[in-house]
């Protein structure tokens, strides 16, 4: 570098390829009155949108039932509930074949309970899907 160059730098007392001052100040300023503006934007849609509440409208602490929060789902839910249960109970009252005619049918449970107190339990289970436990020595069975 040359004299005259650091003399020239020296003499002015900054960069001469710096940002300029005033720009700098500018942006600043308008980004703090783009922030004010924003903020007097939000205030004035709070105001506009609140509802606007009336004198309060009192009533007697009976009257007052709080309702479901939803939509109702079901139109009257004690006859509906009604309909279930009989429809439950004429199900397990009936009588009706579960797997085809002529091999397991579904009977009335209180039918069930008179023929397993006639006959006893049944030694070996009917089903393959449930096999006979194995039963060790010594807990009373009879060979």
């Known amino acids: 570098?040359?004299?005259?160059?650091?003399?020239?730098?020296?003499d002015q007392g900054f960069e001469p390829q710096d940002v300029p001052?005033?720009?700098?100040?500018?942006?600043?300023?308008?980004?703090?009155a783009g922030i004010a503006l924003s903020a007097a934007l939000v205030a004035v849609l709070v105001v506009l949108l609140t509802p606007r509440l009336g004198p309060e409208q009192t009533q007697a602490i009976g009257d007052t039932r709080p309702g479901p929060a939803g939509p109702r789902l079901q139109v009257d839910p004690r006859r509906e509930r009604a309909a279930v249960e009989a429809a439950a109970a004429a199900k397990l009252q009936g009588y009706r074949w579960i797997d085809g005619p002529g091999r397991r049918a579904h009977i009335?449970?209180?039918?069930?309970m008179q023929i397993l107190a006639a006959?006893?339990?049944?030694?070996?289970?009917?089903?393959?899907?449930?096999?006979?436990?194995?039963?060790?020595?010594?807990e009373g069975m009879t060979p």
């Open 108 to 112: 009335p449970i209180d039918r069930a």
């Open 119 to 138: 006959r006893g339990w049944p030694a070996h289970p009917t089903h393959p899907a449930h096999p006979a436990p194995d039963r060790g020595q010594g």
């Open 21 to 32: 001052a005033r720009g700098v100040v500018r942006a600043v300023i308008g980004l703090f």
């Open 1 to 10: 570098m040359t004299a005259t160059h650091r003399n020239r730098r020296d």
